[in-house]
């Protein structure tokens, strides 16, 4: 779904920049319009569920998952989709004929985004359903409560199969890449939930009262374990906590199922269940019993914090709602919405990165391309040190996340680059040449047919010492000690150097048959692990 819309966007863009930005622009609004769809069909009024769509959108695991690189995950609209689906899979609303029955088409157009949108998403909405319908089930004490949850959950995971089939196909005649889609049992473990940490602010904090407290909660817990809800969702969990409570007491009062959505107690105890299952499911030990049964693929659970978020505006909404008509006000809605947004605002947003850097960052990387493609003639090759595996390598290493692919993104496609290979396949004999010295690396490279031989100056060889054995400072330095011919960015960052002088004078002392062999020798992926 992701790719679909990208392809579109870029047909009407025609540049990678801008149509990346697009998408990103385009992730908030579809999160806040799903949301408020959602809210809307729980009873939630139109300003209300406007608002917190809004805040929703804003959430600081949106933030989190743009600054990480996680496009596909930022556009989280799925997420509502996959709680209306728990709810409406227990409530008979996709069951029988006539206006309730008709629900069941939307439910299947819904099925088809959470399956396509992100296999993350759907694995969560496959544990709200099976959670809340196993729950409704054992309340009722009836197995046909599970026929409905069951045939939502397989819709989704043919979804999801069918998306990934071309992967699964590949893979039939590539073989299995362990060592890029390998999860170790741990790595649960790692990833897992720790509630603590959706009240923790990040050091960053508009309020510094608030930046002290989430940095003394986040110093204690040394590991990764959730985003940061936000003031606005907390208060709607603890709102649906206390309600919870309260219909314990007030069980024998309430009219009706207790348990139906129509009921005064009904729709919050859905959501507690949800809530409930959620942070069970992601929680260390659950998500270790996971890995060790063969499920590691899902590894980073505490991205089902997305989920709890929202689950406490949906029962903040409502908790409005009442509030507002006990106290009838033609502007009491809108000014509950004001608010809320408002209050998101301050609140959710201090870790916006910087729009001058982002500008300067831009400049530099047209700069780069630029000054490489006049160097070169068109289909040039370059080299890019340090060497960046996909997906396990892309971390911070001195250098700006992705920072390899900058000049590619804002290129004119006359140079190909060499970042991106994929860890375990032929790409990797990159992770073996850039161990060699300097000089001896530019001498492979250049049998090898590359022009170009580009060095990002800030890379720090710590903690990737196998891979980048030395800095990019004395990566280039060397290399311009070893007689190469460089040209560096006006902002110092990057360093580039002509690799065809050098394969001229190796041809002319070895002949064009010797120095193809070795540059053959150089790109055969051995000795890799």
């Not at 990833?191 to 603590?196: N, T, W």
Request: neutral net charge; proline residues 5%; contains cysteine.
């Amino acid at each position: 779904l992701h790719l679909v819309a990208l392809r579109l966007l870029k047909a009407v863009s025609g540049d990678r920049v801008v149509t990346l930005n697009l998408y990103l622009l385009l992730g908030f609004v579809l999160v806040a319009v799903v949301a408020y769809g959602v809210l809307r069909n729980i009873g939630v009024g139109a300003p209300v569920a406007c608002a917190s769509g809004i805040v929703y959108s804003l959430a600081p695991y949106h933030f989190e998952r743009i600054a990480l690189g996680h496009v596909f995950l930022a556009a989280y609209y799925a997420v509502p989709l996959g709680v209306l689906l728990a709810l409406w899979s227990v409530d008979g609303s996709m069951w029988g004929p006539g206006r309730v029955g008709h629900r069941r088409w939307w439910a299947a157009a819904w099925i088809l985004v959470v399956g396509s949108a992100s296999a993350y998403y759907a694995a969560y909405t496959l544990v709200l359903v099976a959670g809340l319908g196993a729950a409704v089930a054992l309340r009722r004490r009836s197995a046909r409560a599970l026929v409905v949850p069951a045939a939502v959950a397989v819709g989704i995971v043919a979804v999801v199969v069918a998306n990934v089939a071309g992967d699964l196909l590949a893979a039939r005649s590539a073989g299995t890449n362990i060592e890029a889609s390998g999860r170790a049992v741990d790595d649960l473990s790692l990833y897992a939930l720790r509630p603590i940490l959706l009240v923790a602010p990040d050091a960053s904090h508009r309020v510094p009262a608030l930046a002290d407290v989430g940095e003394q909660l986040r110093s204690s817990t040394p590991w990764q374990g959730g985003a940061y809800l936000g003031v606005v969702a907390t208060a709607g969990l603890l709102v649906l906590a206390v309600r919870c409570v309260r219909s314990l007491r007030r069980y024998g009062d309430v009219e009706g199922d207790p348990d139906s959505d129509t009921s005064r107690y009904g729709l919050d105890r859905r959501l507690a269940v949800i809530a409930a299952v959620g942070v069970v499911v992601s929680s260390v030990g659950a998500t270790w019993v996971l890995g060790a049964v063969g499920f590691t693929q899902i590894r980073a659970w505490d991205r089902i914090s997305v989920v709890i978020g929202f689950i406490g505006l949906c029962a903040l909404g409502p908790a409005i709602e009442r509030g507002l008509r006990a106290r009838p006000s033609p502007l009491g809605p809108y000014l509950a919405g004001v608010a809320l947004v408002a209050v998101a605002v301050v609140d959710q947003t201090g870790a916006l990165p910087s729009r001058t850097d982002a500008v300067r960052a831009h400049r530099s990387d047209v700069e780069v391309a630029a000054g490489i493609e006049a160097m070169v003639d068109d289909t040039a090759l370059a080299f890019q040190f340090p060497y960046v595996a996909f997906p396990g390598g892309v971390t911070d290493r001195g250098m700006p996340m992705y920072a390899n692919l900058g000049p590619w993104a804002v290129g004119e496609d006359r140079v190909s680059y060499s970042s991106g290979a994929m860890q375990g396949r032929g790409g990797d004999w990159q992770a073996s040449w850039v161990a060699r010295e300097p000089d001896v690396m530019a001498i492979g490279l250049a049998a090898a047919g590359f022009d170009v031989l580009y060095v990002d100056r800030r890379a720090d060889p710590t903690p990737f010492m196998q891979h980048t054995p030395r800095s990019g400072a004395e990566t280039a330095d060397a290399l311009a000690a070893a007689g190469l011919i460089g040209q560096r960015s006006p902002d110092g960052t990057r360093e580039w150097f002509d690799l065809r002088p050098l394969r001229e004078r190796m041809i002319d002392q070895h002949g064009e048959e010797a120095v193809d062999a070795l540059g053959a020798a150089v790109v055969r992926p051995i000795g890799v692990t």
